[in-house]
């Protein structure tokens, strides 16, 4: 139960300071819109996002996975069982809708105040920068998921970690930074959403809550973000294997 409650604070926890972080760039008449730095800011924020949710998930006895992909890689490399990897994934669904919902109540005014529907959708899940380019984006987010991956496993190798390993919460910064710098370097063409709860959950949300002026929830990308990162974890599994980084 701690794991499960873990998976679903930590999810919820990475969802309120994720989203959050696009409703306070892209939502009118909050601070933060229309500062002309929004894609630092929103990357920034989502790096310190999933530092924070682990924290969260690790103090009330959590993996910390808070990712469908991850948790598949470990199912893959055989920490996990399918059922007890189908409840960890359930935790991360929960969390993520929850999360979601929090941050429509903390920019509840806003969400009237902005005509734009796409930006409003923007808050909760990704899109395509170009309109149209599915099976693009698709191939981003695979290699995006793919190398997030594979950092964390190099990360953790004992060639990296040496004799004494890192002292206990330092891992959790880097993480971080990985998610950082994916963001910066591979996000722009999909939105780098590397998670299937990440994205359909708070996709699930936006579709369920009043919402004030709220269009589509973009049902026809929704299947991209759920299988490219679910693809990358299968294939960082085969690099991690065939490069030694796992045994």
Sequence with gaps: MSTFLGEFFGTMVLIVFGCGVVANVVLKKSRANGGGDGWIVITVGWGL???????????????????????LFKLLI??????????????????????????????????????????????FCTAPAIKGKNIEALITE???????????WAIATKFV??????PSGIGVYITGMV????G???GGPSGYAMSAARDLGPRIAHAILPIAGKGSSDWGYAWVPVVGPLLG???????????????
């Excluded at 970690?161 to 890192?166: E, F």
């Design 161 to 166: 970690q040496g004799s004494n390993g890192v």
């Design 49 to 71: 996002a999933v530092m924070v949710g682990v924290f969260c998930s690790i103090a009330v006895g959590g993996a910390a996975e808070l990712n469908p992909s991850v948790t």
């Design 179 to 182: 998610i950082w710098a994916v």
């Design 233 to 247: 974890a299968v294939i960082a599994f085969w690099v991690c294997k065939g490069t030694g980084i796992i045994g």
């Design 142 to 152: 695979i290699i995006a998921t793919a190398f997030l991956i594979i950092v964390f």
């Design 78 to 123: 055989g920490v996990y069982t399918i059922p007890s990897a189908l409840m960890m994934v359930v935790a991360q669904f929960a969390g993520a809708i929850v999360g979601s919902a929090i941050v429509w109540l903390a920019y509840l005014p806003h969400w009237e105040a902005t005509e734009d529907q796409g930006a409003k959708l923007a808050v």
């Design 184 to 186: 910066l370097s591979l």
